[in-house]
C-alpha cells in the first residue's frame, strides 16, 4: 500500500504534494508493472482520462506527458 495516491480533484500526490503520479508513486508503479508495459499505460491511460474530466484548464499535452510520458 503506497502513501502515494492521488488528492482528488486537484491531482496532487497524498504522500509528498508533488504533482501526481510523483516520482516516489512513478517507480512504485514500474516495480509493479514489471515486464507488461502496454498494462502499465492502459492503467496510467485510464487515470489520464480522469484526470482530464477534473484538470479541464491544463493543455491536453502536458497531462499526456504527466500520465504517459514517462511510460516506457
Known amino acids: 500500500m503506497t502513501t502515494h495516491g492521488p488528492v482528488l480533484p486537484v491531482w496532487s500526490c497524498g504522500g509528498c504534494g508533488s504533482p501526481w503520479p510523483c516520482a516516489t508513486r512513478r517507480r512504485e508503479l514500474r516495480a509493479e508493472f514489471e515486464g507488461a508495459p502496454v498494462s502499465l499505460a492502459l492503467y ?3 487515470y489520464l482520462a480522469w484526470a482530464a474530466e477534473d484538470l479541464t484548464w ?3 499535452g502536458l497531462l499526456h506527458r ?3 510520458g514517462w511510460v516506457r
Open 66 to 68: 504527466r500520465f504517459l
Open 44 to 46: 496510467m491511460g485510464s
Open 58 to 60: 491544463v493543455p491536453a
